[in-house]
């Protein structure tokens, strides 16, 4: 059975899909190891300009697989310590490859994100829920640290340290009418709905030129990182002035207003 489904249901856009229903698509390393490949071979492929993730079945990803862990490759020969140093290296690499990814990445969050699950939801670049979806920090619950994956970096700059302390703290379930109201999720559709508003966007962000995309999402993503306004606007600044010097993006979106039609952006002069 393959844990990693990809289609291509439009042109440009690749749906990237969690597929172990029975375990509500956990994090087992059976599954998050093709995971990791599928979307490393994705950002490589230039058909592709946005990507969907979602989940097969009633649940997004339900966190850490306590029941079939799976196994994790390249670790024969070690001891105990070292294969938990390898665990979390390799579930680290998954959350550190969306970001790295060419493509945005949109997740269509079709039930639970647990624990690790809601740390993968927020490593993409956008996210839709449905109307049955709820999030949890899960590690709190299980006697653990709620921070795990890049959370207590990324919940904070998602919704603001408060309510990300809140929710870390006390382990409590973020249903999806609450994440909207909070910032966590963009927009909340019905469960019918959900894939096919996740796919229009992506076809809508496929239709932009293809630097100005994968720059925008590398700037908006290093200005969570910036020390200074001033050093990101420096940032934001060299990469306008790629497309607008390389490309005649600018001059074609002018012709196409003026004659009232979509801009056919070509990347190059």
Not at 7 to 28: F, I, Q, S, Y
Not at 88 to 104: I, S, T, Y
Not at 105 to 121: D, E, K, Q, T, Y
Not at 175 to 196: F, K, M, T, Y
């Amino acid at each position: 059975m393959d844990f990693v489904l990809v289609d291509k249901p439009k042109p440009n856009v690749a749906v990237v899909t969690l597929n172990r229903p029975e375990r509500m698509n956990a994090m087992a390393f059976d599954v998050m190891v093709p995971l990791k490949e599928t979307i490393e071979q994705i950002s490589h492929d230039n058909e592709v300009r946005a990507v969907v993730l979602t989940g097969a079945g009633k649940g997004f990803c339900s966190g850490a697989d306590q029941v079939a862990a799976g196994r994790v490759p390249y670790t024969e020969g070690l001891t105990r310590p070292t294969i938990a140093l390898r665990s979390m290296e390799l579930l680290d690499d998954v959350v550190n490859a969306f970001r790295k990814m060419h493509q945005p990445v949109i997740s269509a969050i079709n039930g639970p994100a647990i624990g690790g699950g809601l740390c993968l939801s927020l490593a993409t670049d956008i996210r839709i829920a449905s109307t049955t979806a709820y999030f949890r920090a899960a590690g709190i619950n299980n006697g653990l640290t709620a921070s795990e994956l890049g959370l207590s970096y990324l919940l904070p700059r998602a919704i603001g340290s408060s309510r990300a302390f809140e929710i870390m703290l006390t382990g409590r379930d973020v249903h999806a009418e609450e994440a909207e109201r909070i910032g966590l999720v963009s927009r909340v559709v019905e469960p019918s709905a959900l894939l096919d508003e996740a796919i229009a966007l992506a076809d809508r962000i496929t239709a932009f030129s293809r630097p100005g995309i994968e720059l925008t999402k590398r700037t908006l993503w290093s200005g969570l990182d910036a020390a200074s306004l001033s050093q990101h606007m420096n940032q934001e600044g060299l990469g306008q002035l790629l497309v607008r010097l390389m490309t005649d993006n600018f001059e074609e979106a002018t012709r196409a207003r003026k004659e009232k039609r979509q801009a056919v952006f070509r990347d190059k002069l």
